[in-house]
Nanobody, 125 residues
Framework: QVQLVESGGGSAQAGGSLRLSCQVF????????MGWFRHTPGKEREVVAV????????YYADSVKGHITISRDNAKNTLYLQMNNLKLEDTAMYFC??????????????????WGQGTQVTVSS
């Protein structure tokens, strides 16, 4: 079925920028809901940003508003997470997620059926 492949992670200094990409395979259209979650050891997995693709409605965790932007490119079947002015607390494994259902809440881990393998982001001073 649907496969999500992340790329673009790596190391960056605080204040720098990274752009994560998530390419969607196995379906002719973009999923209805797509987004990014992140996880660090010892903490619960948390939502970063989500996009409702039919109208490009976007939703963000309070902690990332203002320096992280989610977007999509249907022609390339790709979801992006632009991360500017990186903070040390942005260090995490970032997962691309997708779902074709209208049910569930955007911030819930359980809503998303499809998950990528993750890409590591490490921010240092």
């Amino acid at each position: 079925q649907v496969q999500l492949v992340e790329s673009g992670g790596g190391s960056a200094q605080a204040g720098g920028s990274l752009r994560l990409s998530c390419q969607v395979f196995g379906h002719t259209t973009m999923p209805l809901w797509m987004g990014w979650f992140r996880h660090t050891p010892g903490k619960e997995r948390e939502v970063v940003a989500v996009i409702y693709t039919p109208v490009d409605d976007t939703y963000y965790a309070d902690s990332v508003k203002g320096h992280i932007t989610i977007s999509r490119d249907n022609a390339k079947n790709t979801l992006y997470l632009q991360m500017n002015n990186l903070k040390l607390e942005d260090t995490a494994m970032y997962f691309c997620v997708a779902d074709y259902s209208l049910r569930g809440s955007w911030y819930e881990v359980s809503k998303y059926k499809y998950w990528g393998q993750g890409t590591q982001v490490t921010v240092s001073s």
